[in-house]
Nanobody, 124 residues
Framework: QVQLVESGGGLVQAGGSLRLSCAAS????????MGWFRQAPGKEREFVAT????????YNADSVKGRFTISRDNAKNTVYLQMNSLKPEDTAVYYC?????????????????WGQGTQVTVSS
């Protein structure tokens, strides 16, 4: 069992930065692929980034490439999302997710565990 708690969201001006954190509980955290998704009002939840359990491989959505970086610290049971050059269209609730198993890492339905979400609002 893995429990996830996100933090670090807030209100920021366009061009600014935020770092989201996702603290995980559970002994198997370090063996799980972790991901970030987001959901804007009136839209479906969409993939943002994912990182393998070793941290050696990451995948990012085209919309955030070059601006967002996913990382993890297994000693702290925490995964991060560094968000730079934020745009108003990045405004959404951001969710941390764990363990897609053998499913498609880009699809939210593949992930077994979810946090409660943290709001990110980017003003123009």
């Amino acid at each position: 069992q893995v429990q996830l708690v996100e933090s670090g969201g807030g209100l920021v001006q366009a061009g600014g930065s935020l770092r989201l954190s996702c603290a995980a509980s559970g002994r198997t955290f370090s063996s799980k692929t972790m991901g970030w998704f987001r959901q804007a009002p009136g839209k479906e939840r969409e993939f943002v980034a994912t990182i393998t359990w070793t941290g050696s491989t990451t995948y990012n959505a085209d919309s955030v490439k070059g601006r967002f970086t996913i990382s993890r610290d297994n000693a702290k049971n925490t995964v991060y999302l560094q968000m730079n050059s934020l745009k108003p269209e990045d405004t959404a609730v951001y969710y941390c997710a764990a363990d897609p198993g053998v499913g498609n890492i880009y699809r939210d339905r593949s992930y077994s565990y979810w946090g409660q979400g943290t709001q990110v609002t980017v003003s123009s």
